[in-house]
């Protein structure tokens, strides 16, 4: 089985700050690993993924995430937040293998403060 | 620019009523997934398609919904009858074998009173 944690519900950033939403997960197999933004109202949208390769991945927007097997991780990060990166954000995971679901966590509210 | 396009946008119906929402995935791509969004499950995949063939249902209550793809460029998800415990936002997916981001459409959010 695979799962994922996003352990804070609600992340709180000033604008121009730097910006980290955290990621766990376990899988069985190979981790194929996923971050997704959704708007009020809106689809989610694909920011990054890690599939093999250099462990720090970079994405859409200016939003990068770093791959950590040791520890399990995939936290999504940002150098400095803008208020527009206000949004629900989703980490997921799926085994290498060929099933294609993903599993997703339960989102973290990301709230940029001007 | 190719996207995911879901009807209708919104639903609002009344308990017991056949609800049907449709999918079209994007030219190309051969597996979509249905999810449902609710504030105290989150995201639940419902089922998924590859090939149009059904890989996966086990998410979906049996006895009410069922999915189909008629053809490449359509996926339906139908509830019959809908209860008010299926009010969400259900949403539809595609990609490909070679990529392994999947793609959302903008949702049909649903009403049952």
């Given at each position: 089985a695979q799962s994922v944690a996003q352990p804070e519900d609600q992340v709180n950033v000033a604008e121009g700050n730097p910006l980290t939403v955290k990621c766990t997960y376990s899988v069985s197999g190979n981790p194929y690993l996923f971050w997704y933004v959704q708007y009020p109202n809106r689809g989610l949208q694909f920011l990054l993924k890690y599939?093999?390769?250099?462990?720090l991945v970079k994405g859409s927007y200016g939003f990068e995430a770093e791959f950590n097997k040791s520890q399990t991780s995939f936290h999504l990060k940002k150098p400095s937040a803008l208020v527009s990166d206000s949004a629900l954000y989703f980490c997921a995971v799926r085994d290498g293998g060929s099933a294609r679901q993903l599993t997703f966590g339960s989102g973290t509210q990301l709230t940029v403060l001007p | 620019d190719a996207r995911v396009t879901q009807t209708p946008r919104d639903k609002v119906t009344e308990m017991g009523q056949e609800v049907t929402m449709r999918c079209q995935p994007i030219l190309g791509h051969n597996t979509v997934f249905w999810y449902r969004q609710t504030m105290m499950q989150g995201l639940e995949l419902l089922a998924y398609f590859r090939n149009r063939a059904p890989l996966d249902d086990s998410g979906m209550p049996k006895d009410r919904f069922s999915a189909e793809m008629p053809d490449a460029t359509l996926a339906t998800l139908k509830i019959q009858p809908s209860e008010p415990r299926d009010s969400a936002v259900y949403f539809c997916a595609s990609a490909t074998d070679r990529a392994n981001e999947q793609f959302f459409g903008p949702g049909t959010r649903l009403t049952v009173l």
């Amino acid at each position: 089985a695979q799962s994922v944690a996003q352990p804070e519900d609600q992340v709180n950033v000033a604008e121009g700050n730097p910006l980290t939403v955290k990621c766990t997960y376990s899988v069985s197999g190979n981790p194929y690993l996923f971050w997704y933004v959704q708007y009020p109202n809106r689809g989610l949208q694909f920011l990054l993924k890690y599939i093999t390769g250099d462990n720090l991945v970079k994405g859409s927007y200016g939003f990068e995430a770093e791959f950590n097997k040791s520890q399990t991780s995939f936290h999504l990060k940002k150098p400095s937040a803008l208020v527009s990166d206000s949004a629900l954000y989703f980490c997921a995971v799926r085994d290498g293998g060929s099933a294609r679901q993903l599993t997703f966590g339960s989102g973290t509210q990301l709230t940029v403060l001007p | 620019d190719a996207r995911v396009t879901q009807t209708p946008r919104d639903k609002v119906t009344e308990m017991g009523q056949e609800v049907t929402m449709r999918c079209q995935p994007i030219l190309g791509h051969n597996t979509v997934f249905w999810y449902r969004q609710t504030m105290m499950q989150g995201l639940e995949l419902l089922a998924y398609f590859r090939n149009r063939a059904p890989l996966d249902d086990s998410g979906m209550p049996k006895d009410r919904f069922s999915a189909e793809m008629p053809d490449a460029t359509l996926a339906t998800l139908k509830i019959q009858p809908s209860e008010p415990r299926d009010s969400a936002v259900y949403f539809c997916a595609s990609a490909t074998d070679r990529a392994n981001e999947q793609f959302f459409g903008p949702g049909t959010r649903l009403t049952v009173l």
